[in-house]
Nanobody, 121 residues
Framework: VQLQASGGGLAQAGGSLRLSCAAS????????MGWFRQAPGKEREFVAT????????LYADSVKGRFTISRDNAKNTVYLQMSSLKPEDTAVYLCGASAYLSSDHQNYSYWGQGTQVTVSS
């Protein structure tokens, strides 16, 4: 199983970035997908998750209204559209696959390598 995250980079506060996570080696349609983030010295933090069919989503309060998670099952890819970025959004963003919708990273079976997002003030 491989989850390849991409799209990170440097953005100014108030700007936008779109992350992608391409999956292979698993039945993508059967998994909920999630985004988490981890800043240096901090624990992994839930960001957003989407059900296998895309009909249900959950967001962390800190990103609600600013970030949007979506998926394209035909492309085995999940996205995270990030807008109104803040310096505190700076972290490595990781995508994961779970058998069910969950905000708990312990429920995720597979992880990608992450992509760095840096937001300058």
């Amino acid at each position: 199983v491989q989850l390849q995250a991409s799209g990170g980079g440097l953005a100014q506060a108030g700007g936008s970035l779109r992350l992608s996570c391409a999956a292979s080696g698993l039945s993508f349609n059967n998994y909920a997908m999630g985004w988490f983030r981890q800043a240096p010295g901090k624990e992994r933090e839930f960001v957003a998750t989407i059900s296998w069919g895309g009909s249900s989503t959950l967001y962390a309060d800190s990103v609600k209204g600013r970030f949007t998670i979506s998926r394209d099952n035909a492309k085995n890819t999940v996205y995270l559209q990030m807008s109104s970025l803040k310096p505190e959004d700076t972290a490595v963003y990781l995508c994961g696959a779970s058998a069910y919708l969950s905000s708990d990273h312990q429920n995720y079976s597979y992880w990608g390598q992450g992509t760095q997002v840096t937001v300058s003030s």
